[in-house]
Structures are given as structure tokens and as C-alpha cells.
């Protein structure tokens, strides 16, 4: 059962991906970017990773594809973008480097045996114990509260910037 | 005071000069907001003074640290190496700030948010030179490129600043997928972002994931290597420290130099010592186009502001070979080299903006002619500043050269010494081209406008400072190899020279006057 689900979302997270960077018209291919969320967010579940499975699907799939949509829009991009890559030399480069990467990533996957300890196991005894909010949280308050702390100067320093750029008045 | 980091509270006394220097951003910003509205009109000259106090209160804060605390391991360092470099990154920001003040009022960018924005970078590079886990690394990297970018691109009615933020931003970001990706390559093998136990996972390097970690440790070495500006990641710094407002490049020239640097040292001099057979290798050739590039690309250069920012690159290659070296006097010496570098690169910046006038229109060789003779102070302060970036004696410049290269024959690279040597004569090219037009070419026909107290008291550091390390280097090198040597973690500590402990009165204060 698990496995069928893994190839359903596996198989809708690199066809939308595909259609994805092959759209021509900007919107649709937003979209399909939300369809490859949702499927990595089903990803996510079969890991028992519940809780980024949510947070992917709030966050990305949500918040921030809105924002992509509503920028696109306001730009108002048409469907007339021409390709980035048209002579046929560079085409040949490009696709040649797709082809060794997906042939590297595929020997990589099959021949390492490291890869098992990120089987659904992994997790299973930790969120039984502690449940998938608590285990992500207790590191996050505890171990790491310092960076969490330096994370919201740092987003702090992010919107100063937005405002000192984009301000319509100069002072 | 012995802090254990067994409660997270420990953590507010080790972080306690950045704490308090982001307490004085966060008073400026709300200060301000208050006082000024929406209104466009210039923030109170206060806003500067109390970024200075700022400035002033975290170095005093810092000093403590030095002399009361001890800690144990933790996410954070508390060690000379940091503190030591914590005082060269306050001095620089409390010169950047006295050159500033003129400068944001002439160009009307006299906001309290670019003071804001000037101590949180500096919040930034501290909790860089201070991180002892690769997250944090990350995050206080962004926290200072996030700030400088802004304030690279803070003159926005002006195409070149705005294009030059924006170039900064988008090679900034590629470079730190580089270093977050060579961070999750590290995690995944490790399983941990603590730097000491990622090096025991590349030392006793088990057979699987092999691969991953150098990958790992490659990536990490180019993201900083985009970050200090090295041949071949350092296309975006011309551009960006010629576009920027010349307040600002001197700042981020010495700045992120510094932090990057300093945390780049930690990392690959310390940490990752006993791989060092891996890294070496790939240091080796960076410094030696670093050092070759730049100084033949500066030759050409008749905008003394560009010139200026492929000198700076060309000291990242002089840096680099400190890092080479990879020994306690190689970081002493690349301490001591980074102190003279921000005095003598911030003054020469300083004057520069001067001379350059409203909108930074003059700032061509020729604007220079005379100088010396019609403004005699300047012209003095300039010529320091440029005998000392060429590495003339009796200056810092020399002292600092001089340090890198008995490290790197210390170390037996007698290759790169020599390239250091053939690549500053290279330099005195176009470092005294700038001096004859100076001295021995008549009148340009702009007038330069009188500086204010604030820049002449900053001017006047930077000359003394950069005359003190040049005639008595010796009370600051010492506290440097106590620095140097003094780090959390490292294999290489051992290896330390007799040095005076943090009780005793040597002070490392680093930046000679500054602090």
C-alpha cells in the first residue's frame, strides 16, 4: 500500500515538474509548481514526517505560490515569453548535462547502501515517543535557540530592507 | 565567570556584545520611527551618535567577555580568537560610522535605518566569527550579507547603486546555496551541524558517504570563497563596491572581508586541520590567483574607486595565504594583516568619497592631480593609506606583509611567498600612480569640500593606527598569537606559542586605537 502511494505522489511530483518548466504561459506552470508541492507533501507523510507535510502545504503550496501568482499577474506576463535556450549548440550542451546528472543521481540511488537509513523507520520510534511537533520543536527551543533567535534578527533585517528599497518617497 | 551552556540563559552572557550592539539598532530604529514619522526628511544627527555609543558599548562589552569568561562547548565560541577579531570588526564599523555621517547627509540618505542596518551587519559578521556549528555559520552569513546588500543598494534614486545591490544579492544568494548545499551535504552524512563532530566524521573517514563529505567540504570552501571575494567567485565585488555608496564599500570591503575570513580560519585552519592534506591544496591555488588577477586587472583601472576595490580583492589573496599556511602564527598573521587592512582600506575609502564630491561624480585619476599640494592634509592622510596598501615601511601595510610571509616559510610554501612579493611590486604600479598625480601633476578644476570633526577624528585613527602597527607592532602581534592560538576545538591549539593568558595586561585590543 505504501508503496503505491510513494510511486503515485513520485510519479505526480516529476510529471508536474515537467510540465512545470516546459509551460509555456507562467501561470500554468505556478500551478503545476503547486501540484509538485502537494505530491512532495504526500512524500513527506509516507516519511512520517507529518508535521512538515503540513507546514509544506500551509507554507509553499499556500503562502508562498499565492505571492508567485499575484507578482506573475501584476507584472502581467503573457504566454509570449520566448525560450531562454534556442541555438542548437547550447541545446545539445544543456540536455547532455540534464543526462548526466539524472544518470549520476540514478547510480547514486541504487548503488548506495546509506539510503536505507532514510526508510520510514528512521523516525517511527522518535514520533512515538514524542509525536512529529514535539520532536521537531525540542531541538528548535532547546539546542538551537540561539539560531532560532538570530533567524528573527535576520527576517527583521529582511523587512527593514523591503521598506528602505521600495519606499515611494526619498527622504 | 565559567559558562557551561547547560541552560540557554548562558547563552545571553556569551553573545552578550552582540546582543547589546542589536538592543542599540532595534533603540535607533524605534527612536527614530517615532521622532521622524513618515515625514521625508533627514533623522536627527542623534540616530549616528548613538549607533556610535552602540559601537562603543559592545567593544567595552566584549572586552569583558575577554578578561571575566570561560565557556565550555557550546554553539558559540568563546575564545581570543573570536574576541580578538570582534574588536577589528567594531573598529571598522565605529570608523565606517564617524566617515559616514558627512557622506549620508550630502547624498540625503541621512536615515536612522542606515545606521540600523550598519550595526545589525556588524551583529551579523560577529555571530560569524563566533559560530562553532555550521547553522549557525549559515545564518549569521546571511544576516550580514542580507544587511550589506541592502545597504550596497541603500541610494536607490541612483542606477549604478541600485544595479550594484542587486548584482551583490543575486551572486550573494548563489553562493550561499553553495554553502547551505556543502551544509546539507555534511548533515546528511553526519547527522549533525556541530563543526567538531562533522571534522571526527572527515578524520576517521568511514568508507560510505566519503564522497559526500569532501563534496561537502568543497562546497563550503567555495561559498566562503565567493564571500572573501577569491579568484575565480570574485566577479560581483568590482561592480558591487563601485556601484555602492562609497560609505558603504569601504565598510563591506573591510567587514565581510573580516568575518569571512576570520569564520573561513576557524573552519578550514582549525577545525578541519587534520584533513588539511584534502583542503591545502585547493587554498593553494586560490590564493595564487588571487593574488596574480586583481593586481594585473588594477593596473588599468583609471577609476581609483574601481582600483581601490581590485586592491581589496588582491588582499583577499594575501589573506589567503595566512589561511595556506594553516599554523597558530599564519592566524596570528592574518589577524594582525586584517587590523591594518581595515584601518588603512576604510581611510582610503573615507577620502576618497571626499575628494569624489556630491553624487560621487569625481573619482577619476585625474580628479587627483594636486591634491597634495591643495589640500595638504589630505593628501598626506591619502599617501599612508596607499604606501600602506602597497606595503611601503614604515607602515602597517609592511609590518602586516611581512607577518604573512615568515608564516608561509614557516610553513614551507616558499611558492606562494614569492608570489606575494612579485604580486606587491606589481601593486606599487598603480598605488603610486595615484601619489605622482598627487604630488607631481598640476591642478584638477573641482574643488573638494572641508571635511567635518567626525571624519577628521576617523582619519586621524586610521593614519595613527595604520603609523603604530607600522613602527610598534609588537604588544599587538603578541596579543594576536595569543589570539591565534587561543581557539575552542582545534587540533593546531596545541602547537601554540607561550602566550599571555586573557588575565594578563596584554590586551589584543585589536584595531590599535579604536576601541
Excluded at chain 2, 599564519?330 to 584601518?343: D, K, M
Aim: glycine fraction near 10%; charged fraction near 10%; aromatic fraction near 10%.
Amino acid at each position: 500500500m505504501t508503496e503505491f502511494f510513494f510511486f503515485l505522489f513520485a510519479a505526480m511530483a516529476i510529471l508536474s515538474a515537467i510540465f512545470m518548466v516546459t509551460q509555456a504561459n507562467p501561470v500554468a506552470s505556478v500551478v503545476y509548481l503547486v501540484v509538485t508541492f502537494f505530491a512532495l507533501s504526500g512524500l513527506f507523510v509516507i516519511l512520517d514526517a507529518h508535521f512538515i507535510a503540513a507546514v509544506q502545504v500551509i507554507v509553499y503550496a499556500g503562502a508562498i505560490m499565492v505571492l508567485f501568482l499575484f507578482v506573475i499577474m501584476l507584472l502581467n506576463l503573457g504566454s509570449g515569453v520566448p525560450t531562454d535556450i534556442r541555438r542548437g549548440l547550447a541545446r545539445m550542451l544543456a540536455g547532455s548535462v540534464a543526462l548526466a546528472l539524472i544518470v549520476v543521481l540514478t547510480r547514486l540511488v541504487l548503488g548506495d547502501p546509506g539510503s536505507e537509513a532514510l526508510a520510514p523507520s528512521a523516525l517511527a520510534s522518535v514520533l512515538e515517543a514524542k509525536g512529529a511537533v514535539r520532536a521537531l520543536a525540542e531541538p528548535l527551543f532547546n539546542r538551537y535557540l540561539v539560531a532560532f533567535e538570530v533567524t528573527s534578527v535576520l527576517l527583521l533585517v529582511a523587512v527593514i530592507g523591503a521598506v528602505v528599497l521600495a519606499r515611494r518617497r526619498a527622504p | 565567570m565559567i559558562l557551561d551552556f547547560s541552560s540557554n540563559t548562558d547563552y545571553l552572557v556569551a553573545l552578550l556584545p552582540e546582543g547589546l550592539l542589536a538592543l542599540a539598532a532595534f533603540g535607533i530604529l524605534l527612536a527614530d520611527v517615532f521622532q521622524r514619522g513618515d515625514r521625508p526628511e533627514p533623522s536627527g544627527a542623534w540616530t549616528a551618535y548613538a549607533a556610535i555609543a552602540g559601537t562603543l558599548i559592545a567593544a567595552a562589552a566584549n572586552l569583558w567577555l575577554l578578561l571575566e569568561v570561560d565557556a565550555g562547548p557550546g554553539l558559540v565560541a568563546v575564545d581570543g580568537f573570536r574576541l580578538a577579531a570582534n574588536f577589528i570588526l567594531l573598529s571598522g564599523t565605529l570608523l565606517a560610522l564617524l566617515f559616514a555621517i558627512d557622506y549620508q547627509r550630502r547624498e540625503s540618505m541621512h536615515v536612522g535605518e542606515f545606521y540600523a542596518l550598519l550595526l545589525l551587519a556588524t551583529v551579523g559578521m560577529m555571530v560569524l566569527v563566533a559560530a562553532q556549528d555550521l547553522l549557525l555559520i549559515f545564518l549569521g552569513l546571511e544576516l550580514m550579507s542580507i544587511a550589506v546588500y541592502i545597504l550596497t543598494g541603500f541610494n536607490r534614486t541612483d542606477p549604478r547603486s541600485a544595479e550594484a545591490g542587486l548584482k551583490y544579492f543575486l551572486v550573494g544568494a548563489f553562493a550561499s546555496a553553495f554553502l547551505l548545499y556543502g551544509i546539507a551535504l555534511l548533515y546528511g552524512v553526519t547527522g549533525n551541524t556541530n563543526i567538531a563532530d562533522v571534522v571526527d566524521r572527515v578524520v576517521t573517514g568511514s568508507a560510505e558517504g566519503e564522497v559526500m563529505l569532501l563534496a561537502g567540504v568543497l562546497l563550503l570552501l567555495i561559498g566562503f570563497a565567493y564571500k572573501v571575494a577569491a579568484v575565480p567567485f570574485h566577479m560581483w565585488a568590482p561592480d558591487a563596491y563601485e556601484g555602492a555608496p562609497t560609505s558603504v564599500t569601504g565598510y563591506m570591503a573591510v567587514g565581510v572581508k573580516t568575518a569571512a575570513f576570520v569564520a573561513l580560519l576557524r573552519v578550514f585552519s582549525v577545525q578541519l586541520a587534520p584533513a588539511a592534506d584534502f583542503w591545502t591544496g585547493i587554498v593553494w591555488w586560490l590564493a595564487m590567483l588571487t593574488m596574480i588577477v586583481p593586481n594585473l586587472v588594477a593596473l588599468v583601472q583609471n577609476n581609483v574607486k574601481r582600483m581601490l576595490a581590485y586592491s581589496s580583492v588582491a588582499h583577499a589573496g594575501y589573506l589567503l595565504v595566512g589561511v595556506a599556511a594553516g599554523t597558530a602564527f599564519g592566524r596570528a598573521a592574518a589577524l594582525f594583516y586584517l587590523a591594518v587592512y581595515t584601518l588603512m582600506t576604510l581611510g582610503a575609502f573615507a577620502i576618497l568619497s571626499l575628494v569624489a564630491g556630491k553624487g560621487d561624480r569625481h573619482m577619476n585619476l585625474a580628479d587627483f592631480r594636486g591634491l597634495g599640494w591643495r589640500r595638504p592634509a589630505l593628501g598626506f592622510g591619502l599617501l599612508i593609506f596607499l604606501l600602506s596598501l602597497a606595503g611601503f615601511p614604515p607602515t602597517g601595510g609592511f609590518v602586516a606583509k611581512l607577518y604573512i610571509l615568515r608564516a608561509a616559510i614557516d610553513a614551507g610554501e616558499v611558492t606562494l611567498a614569492v608570489t606575494l612579493v612579485l604580486a606587491s611590486l606589481l601593486s606599487y604600479y598603480y598605488y603610486l600612480r595615484v601619489v605622482w598625480k598627487m604630488y607631481f601633476e598640476e591642478g584638477a578644476d573641482h574643488d573638494v569640500a572641508s571635511s567635518n570633526g567626525s571624519f577628521r577624528l576617523g582619519a586621524a585613527l586610521c593614519a595613527a593606527g595604520v603609523l603604530l602597527l607600522g613602527l610598534l607592532p609588537g604588544p599587538v602581534l603578541r596579543g594576536f598569537e595569543w589570539a591565534g592560538s587561543d581557539i575552542v576545538g582545534g587540533a593546531a591549539a596545541t602547537t601554540a606559542i607561550e602566550a599571555p593568558r586573557p588575565d594578563a595586561p596584554a590586551n589584543p585590543s585589536a584595531g590599535g586605537p579604536a576601541p
